[in-house]
């Protein structure tokens, strides 16, 4: 079983101000690590992923996360945020499954208020 | 390429009807999944098909169901609606497996009075 946490139910910025929104997951087996964004009254968009390789994951919008195997963090962040960044956003996970597939397992989400 | 599709958007039912929402993937994507947005429990997984199988399923109730079409156009119904059964429900669509990115649709609102 899976479970991701992420510990901020909101978090408020300045604009031009970083961010980093934070992601903890548990897991018994390794696993693909996912973050998505939401706007309102929107579905969820794919922001970057961690499949292998470089632990930093570089994605739109210019967001990048990385990966801490030791600390079993996936922390998203930004170096100057934009009000066009208010949404809410959630991490996920799923496990290397043999089969191929299996579950994204979501956090309860971040919410990001960026103001003037 | 069209991004997923979903229909309705909005749906407004009462206690005990049922309802079927329908979701129509990429072209070219054979898996879709369902999930339950709602406030108090976040992002859940209902079910996943590929080909036309059900190939994993959260922990719902049977009330809630689906299936895929050869084409794999996918619907969910759930029966005998209850209050709680109001949320936003989330389709995805990916080619096949998990390393594939999920694309979700609009989702469709549903509330049950």
């Known amino acids: 079983a899976q479970s991701v946490t992420q510990l901020d139910s909101q978090v408020p910025v300045f604009e031009e101000a970083p961010v980093e929104l934070r992601c903890n997951y548990s897991s018994s087996v390794s696993v693909y690590l996912f973050w998505y964004v939401q706007y309102p009254n929107q579905g969820l968009q794919l922001l970057l992923k961690?499949?292998?390789?470089?632990?930093l994951v570089k994605g739109i919008n210019g967001f990048e996360a990385e990966f801490n195997k030791s600390q079993t963090s996936f922390h998203l962040r930004k170096p100057s945020v934009h009000i066009s960044d208010t949404a809410e956003y959630f991490c996920a996970v799923s496990d290397r499954s043999d089969s191929g597939y299996s579950t994204l397992t979501f956090g309860k989400g971040t919410m990001l208020l960026v103001s003037p | 390429k069209a991004g997923v599709t979903q229909t309705p958007r909005y749906l407004i039912k009462t206690r005990g009807q049922q309802v079927t929402l329908s979701c129509s993937p990429i072209?070219?994507?054979?898996?879709v999944s369902w999930y339950q947005q709602t406030p108090g429990q976040g992002l859940q997984f209902l079910f996943e098909y590929f080909s036309e199988t059900q190939r994993n399923k959260g922990n719902f109730p049977g009330r809630f169901s689906g299936r895929q079409f050869s084409n794999s156009r996918s619907e969910m119904n759930v029966s005998t609606l209850e209050l709680g059964d109001s949320a936003l429900y989330l389709c995805?669509?990916?080619?096949?497996?998990?390393?594939?990115?999920?694309?979700f649709g609009p989702g469709t609102r549903l509330t049950v009075l």
């Open positions: 961690y499949l292998s390789g470089s632990t």
């Open positions: 072209s070219g994507h054979r898996s």
């Open positions: 995805a669509s990916s080619l096949a497996t998990t390393r594939d990115t999920q694309y």
